[in-house]
């Protein structure tokens, strides 16, 4: 008679947790979004770029990085085309340049990025343009000089130049 009062009927007890249930902490991860022929991110970076998902360090240098990849020239184009700021891309048909690049949204050296295909894989090149040190005790003349230049900007010596 508890409906007569105005009262719902107690309800049952919240089942106990089972041991098939997974723990939030476990649950599946959300699919991958990349589109079909995209290149997905690695778990690599060289100079502040992630490198793609497959691609490996292959030869270091002091300012510059060989890279080695499956994936085809124009993916890996397209993929560092979303993660660079470049002034200038050269598009060719066995290579793609990145001048004066830097990785999105990050300060740091200004690079070149060279994207080759060799045979059956996919290289990216990765140089660090680093500045000359300028040593603060030479004047501006002495600069010129160990250049190989006049203040005017001619050549020091004609015959030796290139």
């Not at 041991?19 to 060289?46: F, I, K, N, Y």
């Not at 501006?140 to 015959?159: I, V």
Request: aromatic fraction near 4%.
């Amino acid at each position: 008679m508890l409906a007569s009062c105005g009262r719902s009927a107690p309800s049952a007890p919240p089942p106990e947790p089972s041991a098939a249930a997974p723990p939030p902490s476990a649950a599946p991860l959300p699919p991958d979004r990349t589109l079909p022929d995209e290149l997905a991110q690695g778990e690599s970076r060289v100079a502040g770029l992630w490198l793609p998902s497959g691609f490996r360090v292959d030869r270091v240098f002091e300012a510059q990085t060989h890279v080695r990849g499956p994936a085809s020239p124009e993916q890996t184009a397209n993929y560092l085309r979303r993660r660079l700021e470049a002034g200038r891309v050269d598009v060719g048909p066995n290579r793609t340049i990145f001048s004066a690049a830097r990785p999105r949204g990050q300060g740091g050296p200004e690079l070149r990025v060279e994207v080759n295909a060799i045979g059956g894989s996919t290289e990216i090149v990765i140089v660090e343009l680093r500045p000359a040190p300028v040593d603060p005790n030479l004047t501006e003349e002495e600069r010129w000089r160990r250049a190989g230049m006049k203040p005017t900007g001619g050549l020091l010596d004609p015959q030796t130049a290139f």
